[in-house]
């Protein structure tokens, strides 16, 4: 995202509006919605919330990329997922008084938008296909969090980067000359968290991709060069 773009104050000008919850919506309706939202940009390493903090209503993202971390009894980051267009932020406080059990930090410049809890309810009350489509993005969140459990407690550090990799070819993969490069500039402690591994182990593992012409590292850029190999090992 570019800082300087002018910002879409309309939620039916949204880029993401095709894949966020109010798509459904007609003219009417999303012009009530762009009345009761905030736009907000984020450069990279803000935090739009912190862990522990009360939740006052909800984000969602416009543009952008923003992960999601939880902080150990270790101290040691772990990223939950890498949320982006469309995603919606902090919907558990929608349904109880807690406060927000994670961080949400921008990986990039972002722009985002906030909805206070009192409408964002009343919407949901008034409005079952929103609803329907908020209901959706939990259950897939919490499927993904399923499934990144699981793999945490069975596969090694291979398989884990390799199943990481090929999640982020789906959700953020771009074609290049024949090959596929991973259009989110991570770290290389931030890959590590995702996996749930130490930096160093991740360094380790990530060259030997590199030996075995799995990956092409160029920097923080990662480009897939055998995708078939690839999910054979994940």
Same mark, same amino acid.
Do not use: W
């Given at each position: 995202?570019?800082?300087?773009?002018?910002?879409p104050? !309309?939620?039916?000008?949204c880029?993401?509006k095709?894949?966020?919850?109010?798509?459904n919506? #007609? !003219?009417?309706?999303?012009? #009530? =919605? $762009?009345?009761?939202?905030?736009?907000?940009?984020?450069?990279?390493? !803000?935090?739009?919330?912190?862990?522990?903090?009360? $939740?006052?209503?909800?984000?969602?993202?416009?543009?952008?990329?923003?992960?999601?971390?939880?902080?150990?009894e270790?101290?040691?980051?772990?990223? =939950?997922k890498?949320?982006?267009?469309?995603?919606?932020?902090g919907p558990?406080g929608?349904?109880?008084?807690?406060?927000?059990?994670?961080?949400?930090?921008?990986?990039?410049?972002?722009?985002?938008c906030?909805i #206070?809890?009192?409408?964002?309810?009343?919407?949901?009350?008034?409005?079952?296909?929103?609803?329907?489509?908020?209901?959706?993005?939990?259950?897939?969140?919490?499927?993904?969090?399923e499934?990144?459990?699981? $793999?945490? $407690?069975?596969?090694?550090?291979?398989?884990?980067?390799?199943?990481v990799?090929?999640?982020?070819?789906?959700s953020?993969?771009?074609e *290049?000359?024949?090959?596929?490069?991973?259009?989110?500039k991570?770290t290389?402690q931030?890959?590590?968290?995702l996996?749930?591994?130490?930096?160093e182990?991740?360094?380790? =593992?990530?060259?030997?991709?590199?030996?075995?012409?799995? =990956? *092409?590292? !160029?920097?923080?850029?990662i480009?897939?060069?055998?995708l078939?190999?690839?999910?054979?090992?994940?």
């Amino acid at each position: 995202m570019t800082p300087n773009r002018e910002l879409p104050k !309309q939620c039916e000008n949204c880029p993401s509006k095709a894949e966020g919850i109010f798509c459904n919506l #007609d !003219q009417l309706m999303l012009k #009530d =919605v $762009s009345l009761h939202k905030v736009v907000n940009t984020y450069k990279k390493g !803000q935090n739009l919330f912190l862990e522990g903090t009360p $939740s006052f209503g909800i984000f969602c993202i416009s543009a952008g990329n923003i992960k999601i971390s939880k902080m150990g009894e270790n101290g040691r980051e772990s990223i =939950v997922k890498i949320a982006s267009k469309g995603d919606v932020l902090g919907p558990k406080g929608l349904f109880s008084e807690s406060n927000y059990n994670t961080t949400a930090t921008a990986l990039e410049d972002s722009a985002v938008c906030f909805i #206070d809890k009192k409408y964002i309810s009343q919407l949901l009350g008034s409005n079952p296909t929103v609803a329907m489509n908020l209901m959706s993005k939990l259950s897939t969140d919490l499927e993904i969090s399923e499934t990144k459990l699981a $793999s945490l $407690s069975y596969k090694n550090v291979r398989e884990k980067l390799a199943g990481v990799l090929l999640d982020l070819v789906k959700s953020h993969g771009k074609e *290049e000359n024949g090959q596929v490069r991973i259009d989110l500039k991570l770290t290389r402690q931030e890959l590590a968290s995702l996996i749930g591994t130490a930096t160093e182990t991740l360094i380790r =593992v990530l060259s030997e991709f590199k030996e075995e012409e799995l =990956v *092409e590292l !160029q920097g923080k850029n990662i480009y897939i060069l055998n995708l078939e190999k690839l999910k054979l090992t994940a």
